[in-house]
């Protein structure tokens, strides 16, 4: 429907529906949202967060990069290396950037349409002007305009989860690395004993004092171990890709050095007895959550208040007309009014629309609830693994590797004293190595399970936890062949 009013309005009211709203525009963040990334992710991880986004920027981050690659890696320069030199991220921080050109984007007022029309013919000439601009973008323009500032406050949130998301998967990656360096270097020495023992038994073999049997028990133990440790390199080697992969180095840079041992795990648990309250508190993900609610609400308001509108226009007119009489005089007639276009809502009535609303609204709701629901318990699942991990491998460094090392050396001195046999030490061998191997597995998942925690608490995803990845044992030798 149309309606147009003549030259008794002036032409300027055409114009008043475009200006208006302009003094509420948003600008863009001298940061580009930065420092929301910096507040929940780089502060609570104690690291800094860089968007590259000039030459001096790149400068910086490789500087740290380098200073960091020149030492024996920790676990936090790991984590700090990912947090500048990781390119996924780099591109969630792009993806900030986007989300705020599109929220000053939706603050501004739709541009006016301009058009002109020139009609010739039969003696007479007539030229139309209009400018058009939409009422009810300017009617709906702050509802927009809070609606993309929520979209921005939330794309800030997972930009901070990103970067918790990456400093995560670097730390586990980390332990992971050195726990499989670990073992390889454990059984390198084990595999260099048997091969040593190996060797004795040849010589006693040919010298007639150690029967075919005994030689051929070195023999296997030293070939079963040798195949272990082909394993235990092949994972090493994939848990250091793995590593590699997440702080993003490629060419020289991947000959960094890990140590040779996890650290040492503390003397006492982390305890959080309010480890539920913390989640809820200060989880990312759930925030997010929230403003995903947020946003709708207010997007569930404006469709409702729209339902029955969906075309607005105001159109500014200006018409001139020239056309010759009989006598041939020109004459000249000018037109000014404005035009209103509405659209009637006969048959759809925004029905749909708001229903369609109304279910997002509820669904995202549902959402939250269930997230809320989710996060206490894996908050509390999280830190009843890390206590089992810490107790289990504080028992291992406590009781069972000391107890094994007595058992060792007590089996050795009495294979020594001729008081048992090879079947005997080789058994006990096997046994130590087994322990040996499950006692540093202990200690990674206590550390994994620590890395969990914390993303349990503050966001980065909570997966990949203990028993992913465990690094090849050696079983105790079975009863076949006796004394």
């Known amino acids: 429907m149309?309606?147009?009013w003549g030259p008794t309005l002036p032409f300027r009211i055409g114009l008043l529906a475009v200006v208006l709203g302009l003094g509420g525009c948003a600008s863009f963040s001298p940061d580009r949202g930065m420092s929301a990334v910096e507040e929940f992710g780089g502060a609570p991880l104690g690291?800094?967060?860089?968007?590259?986004?000039?030459?001096?920027?790149?400068?910086?981050a490789r500087a740290t990069v380098d200073r960091l690659l020149a030492r024996r890696l920790s676990a936090d320069d790991a984590v700090q290396i990912a947090l500048l030199n990781n390119r996924e991220l780099q591109a969630a921080y792009n993806e900030l950037g986007i989300s705020e050109a599109q929220m000053v984007q939706a603050s501004l007022p739709p541009n006016p349409t301009f058009t002109i029309e020139r009609i010739a013919g039969a003696g007479s000439l007539e030229i139309e002007a209009r400018i058009i601009g939409s009422i009810l973008s300017l009617l709906t323009l702050p509802a927009k305009a809070k609606i993309a500032t929520d979209r921005f406050r939330q794309a800030q949130l997972k930009a901070a989860d990103a970067?918790?998301?990456?400093?995560?998967?670097?730390?586990?990656?980390?332990?992971?690395?050195?726990?499989?360096?670990?073992?390889?270097?454990?059984?390198?020495?084990?595999?260099?004993?048997?091969?040593?023992?190996?060797?004795?038994?040849?010589?006693?073999?040919?010298?007639?004092?150690?029967n075919k049997l005994d030689q051929a028990r070195n023999q296997v133990f030293f070939a079963e171990?040798?195949?272990?440790?082909?394993?235990?390199?092949?994972?090493?080697?994939?848990?250091?890709?793995?590593?590699?992969?997440?702080?993003?180095?490629?060419?020289?840079?991947?000959?960094?050095?890990l140590p040779t041992r996890l650290p040492r795990v503390p003397a006492r648990p982390n305890a959080q007895p309010d480890v539920e309250r913390a989640a809820v508190a200060r989880r990312l993900d759930l925030q997010i959550a929230r403003m995903e609610v947020q946003a709708l609400a207010t997007s569930f308001d404006l469709t409702n208040a729209t339902r029955f509108v969906s075309v607005l226009d105001l159109s500014g007119i200006k018409k001139r007309v020239?056309?010759?009489?009989?006598?041939?005089?020109?004459?000249?007639?000018?037109?000014?009014?404005?035009?209103?276009?509405?659209?009637?809502?006969?048959?759809?009535?925004?029905?749909?629309?708001?229903?369609?609303?109304?279910?997002?609204y509820m669904q995202a709701v549902n959402r939250l609830a269930a997230k809320a629901v989710n996060v206490?318990?894996?908050?509390?699942?999280?830190?009843?693994?890390?206590r089992a991990a810490y107790d289990i491998a504080r028992h291992y460094q406590r009781e069972v590797l000391p107890l094994r090392k007595i058992i060792s050396d007590e089996t050795l001195l009495r294979y020594n004293a001729m008081q048992v046999d090879v079947f005997t030490l080789l058994t006990e061998a096997r046994s130590r190595i087994a322990a040996t191997t499950t006692g540093i597995e202990a200690e990674r998942a206590f550390w994994l399970a620590a890395?969990?925690?914390?993303?349990?608490?503050?966001?980065?995803?909570?997966?990949?936890?203990?028993?992913?990845?465990?690094?090849?044992?050696?079983?105790?030798?079975?009863?076949?062949?006796g004394h």
Do not use: C
């Not at 690291?47 to 910086?60: N, P």
């Not at 970067?163 to 360096?181: F, H, K, M, Q």
């Not at 009489?325 to 509405?342: A, T």
């Open 2 to 4: 149309k309606a147009i």
């Open 47 to 60: 690291k800094e967060v860089l968007a590259i986004r000039s030459e001096e920027d790149a400068a910086a």
């Open 163 to 210: 970067t918790l998301r990456v400093a995560t998967e670097a730390r586990r990656d980390y332990y992971r690395a050195v726990s499989a360096g670990v073992i390889v270097g454990f059984l390198v020495q084990s595999q260099s004993s048997a091969q040593a023992a190996t060797e004795l038994s040849k010589e006693l073999g040919e010298a007639g004092t150690m």
């Open 225 to 257: 171990l040798t195949a272990q440790l082909a394993q235990a390199r092949q994972l090493a080697s994939t848990e250091r890709e793995r590593l590699t992969r997440v702080m993003g180095l490629w060419g020289a840079d991947t000959a960094f050095k």
């Open 322 to 360: 020239k056309a010759t009489n009989d006598e041939g005089v020109v004459e000249v007639e000018k037109e000014r009014g404005i035009e209103i276009e509405l659209q009637i809502p006969i048959f759809d009535l925004g029905t749909s629309k708001v229903r369609q609303a109304e279910e997002t």
């Open 376 to 386: 206490r318990s894996e908050a509390r699942d999280a830190y009843r693994t890390y």
């Open 451 to 481: 890395t969990n925690l914390g993303a349990a608490v503050l966001g980065g995803g909570t997966g990949g936890g203990e028993g992913e990845s465990k690094g090849p044992t050696v079983a105790a030798a079975d009863g076949g062949g």
